[in-house]
């Protein structure tokens, strides 16, 4: 396989898109194209500050490359979840994400919950009546709180994520086979700030598929941490990934169609608003963060719940 560029040795052939690139070119393609989708989808410009959410992975510490290659002015946040599995997978997680700011002198804010709130996530879930399932869905609150806060906090504009199009095609098929209306209308490239104290989040790598962020930190030499979070064995979105990987094997393009017509269909006004606008919007009255509870938001009541003996 050549590359369509210079006719060189091609290092990945991308069958949707009927191209195939070597390395060079591949490497210039990447940042190329997620500057197009950061204008076309008005994620935001070269004025504003933006906050990159940093797992250690290699979705996440690619977009943060991409971004300071194309001249934006981005920091890393870091959040230690307290989650061990045998292979001190925060910990190692961590130092990636400490490596690869230090190499390039980039700034790294690290929120470690369990010394900042007392508890790591495991051991927040634990005070959960659900404390012997996965402790995903108090991480998922815990993390979205811990975000929204830091980029508060330090007057970010926007908060971006290295979600993929494998995983948002994951998440939408997941909400369209339950039609969940009111997450299928949030869901998208970009989430607007629909409320005072709530950060605006992008996701600039949305159109690139797994298999293309992985040969970007490759070909880059990015080093980032393989292992998957302990929980994420067996979770829903890995079943509903491979399906769509069957689906992408015979007809190459299947997943990036999925997803765009959601968004064009979108446009079109499928989806109406009549939940959100309903919903009361109240402040946190322990950390002030908007929230649609009465008093607490759901993070500080979960870090407020007795340990249990
Ligand atoms: S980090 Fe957290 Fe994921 Fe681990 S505990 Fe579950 S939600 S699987 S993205
Ligand atoms: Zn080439
Ligand atoms: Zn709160």
Request: proline residues 5%.
């Amino acid at each position: 396989m050549k590359c369509k560029k210079c006719g060189g040795k091609a290092a990945i052939n991308m069958r949707q898109h009927k191209l195939a690139l070597c390395k060079e070119h591949y490497l210039d393609w990447i940042p190329a194209q997620t500057q197009r989708f950061i204008e076309k989808y008005k994620m935001f410009s070269p004025e504003d500050k933006i906050l990159v959410a940093v797992s250690g992975g290699k979705d996440s510490l690619a977009l943060w490359d991409i971004l300071i290659q194309l001249g934006y002015q981005a920091d890393g946040l870091y959040i230690g979840l307290g989650i061990d599995g045998g292979f001190g997978y925060s910990d190692k997680s961590l130092r990636f994400c400490q490596r690869y700011a230090d190499r390039h002198g980039l700034n790294l804010i690290v929120v470690d919950v369990g010394k900042t709130y007392g508890s790591t996530i495991p051991q927040l879930n634990d005070k959960t009546p659900r404390g012997k399932e996965k402790p995903c869905a108090v991480c998922g609150v815990s993390k979205r709180n811990i975000m929204n806060r830091a980029a508060r906090d330090g007057n970010y504009d926007v908060l971006v994520t290295g979600h993929n199009l494998d995983d948002e095609a994951a998440v939408l098929f997941g909400n369209t086979l339950n039609w969940l209306d009111r997450y299928l209308l949030r869901q998208g490239p970009v989430l607007e700030a629909e409320r005072p104290g709530l950060v605006r989040k992008a996701k600039p790598l949305f159109r690139f598929y797994e298999r293309e962020t992985a040969a970007y930190a490759l070909l880059r030499g990015i080093e980032y941490i393989y292992d998957e979070c302990p929980h994420a064995v067996g979770a829903k979105s890995i079943y509903y990934k491979e399906i769509l990987n069957q689906l992408e094997t015979k007809r190459p393009g299947a997943k990036l169609i999925f997803y765009l017509n959601f968004l064009k269909a979108k446009d079109r006004g499928l989806f109406a608003e009549p939940v959100i606008e309903s919903e009361a919007l109240n402040t946190c009255t322990s950390c002030g963060q908007p929230t649609t509870s009465p008093a607490k938001c759901a993070f500080c009541r979960l870090v407020e719940l007795p340990t249990p003996d």
